[in-house]
């Protein structure tokens, strides 16, 4: 048995990882942390789930000793002061804000916050599962990607790779459901502005800018660069990236389909498909769908990728990432299938 911790178990993120975790059969909950309802049990938190009387208790690093491995759901800065706290902790850390994602210069500039130790940025490994499996085996800092990184980066990691399009001229425009803001009330999510409406926000300055360049850049080894707009969808659940290219190579549409599924064909959770892109395809699930069509009057491409912000976008991914680093099969405790209705 592998033994966990949530901290932040009381967001939209921690709730979700407590959901997968109760269903898994290796790991098991030892620690559900939350500083602002420390005391509760699980049970009085959300009574419509069959957690049992486990009590919530405060961060507290020394009472971490035993713990193979903590998923910090809090928000960046938070994360950051918790992984301060951690250096001499035993286990592995899965941090699921954008705190252990950029080097320091970059996390500055694009988070506004003060980066954690140097050290602990380089030793950090960036958890994007079907890319990132050997260096996971043996990682004590992981860090799990942004949910709209992981979108584009599953698109687009093949092409650059393969140098299958120009990696300075790519275009994406994402939208996210309302739960990718976490459960923290704004005027952007309050339901009276958010409900029958769509809002732009963001436009090229979300931080998963330079975190899906970075991971472009890390793949391909070339200099990538990415526009992104980014909406928010009156929807609870689910991100669409549609991503514009403009390719290398002058073949059929049919092909295109063929090579990504080549790529991508002997992976549980990515699908790649055809026929009309939506998000319900994946909502309440691991996968992340991928089509390919080209624009023949353009010869440009467009590629959409579908996942669920907090499952492939956040605690499923955590939970695969953290299967992989305790030799475990990947998809363990990850296989519902969407809900779709
Ligand atoms: N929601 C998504 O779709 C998604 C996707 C990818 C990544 N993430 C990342 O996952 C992390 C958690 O996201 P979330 O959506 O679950 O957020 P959330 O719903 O706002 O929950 C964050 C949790 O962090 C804890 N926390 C501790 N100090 C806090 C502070 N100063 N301010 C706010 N919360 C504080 C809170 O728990 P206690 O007060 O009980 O300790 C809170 O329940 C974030 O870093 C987010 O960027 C989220």
């Known amino acids: 048995m592998i033994t966990c911790g949530i901290v932040g178990v009381t967001g939209y993120a921690g709730l979700e990882l407590l959901k997968l975790v109760e269903q898994h059969p290796t790991i098991h909950l030892e620690k559900a942390i939350s500083d602002s309802r420390a005391g509760m049990t699980l049970s009085e938190l959300y009574p419509w789930l069959q957690t049992g009387a486990q009590q919530l208790e405060p961060f507290q690093a020394d009472a971490l000793v035993g713990i193979d491995v903590l998923f910090l759901a809090t928000p960046s800065g938070v994360s950051a002061d918790y992984i301060r706290?951690?250096?001499c902790f035993?286990?592995?850390?899965?941090?699921l804000s954008g705190d252990l994602r950029l080097p320091s210069n970059l996390y500055e500039t694009w988070y506004g916050k003060p980066p954690v130790a140097a050290f602990i940025q380089t030793e950090a490994v960036y958890g994007l599962t079907e890319w990132s499996r050997d260096k996971l085996l043996t990682a004590k800092w992981i860090s799990n990607p942004g949910c709209y990184a992981t979108a584009v980066s599953l698109a687009l990691v093949p092409f650059v790779q393969h140098d299958w399009i120009d990696p300075t001229n790519i275009i994406v425009s994402a939208c996210s459901g309302i739960t990718g803001a976490g459960k923290g009330l704004s005027e952007k999510t309050h339901h009276a502005k958010s409900n029958e409406n769509v809002q732009l926000y963001k436009i090229h300055t979300h931080q998963h800018i330079p975190e899906i360049e970075q991971t472009l850049n890390t793949w391909s080894g070339t200099k990538a660069t990415v526009s992104m707009s980014t909406h928010l969808l009156p929807i609870n659940r689910g991100i669409m990236a549609t991503i514009t290219v403009q390719p290398n190579d002058d073949v059929s549409e049919?092909?295109?389909?063929?090579?990504?599924?080549?790529?991508?064909?002997?992976e549980p959770f990515i699908r790649v498909q055809q026929g009309e892109p939506e998000i319900k395809s994946v909502v309440g699930s691991n996968y992340c769908n991928l089509w390919v069509y080209k624009e023949e009057r353009t010869n440009r491409l467009t590629i959409v990728s579908v996942i669920d912000n907090m499952q492939k976008g956040a605690a499923g991914q955590a939970l695969q990432n953290a299967n992989v680093r305790f030799g475990l099969e990947e998809t363990l405790g990850l296989l519902s299938q969407p809900q779709y209705i």
């Not at 035993?90 to 941090?95: K, L, Q, S, T």
């Open 90 to 95: 035993d286990g592995v850390v899965i941090d």
């Open 85 to 87: 706290q951690l250096e």
């Open 254 to 266: 049919d092909e295109w389909v063929h090579r990504l599924q080549n790529v991508y064909g002997d």
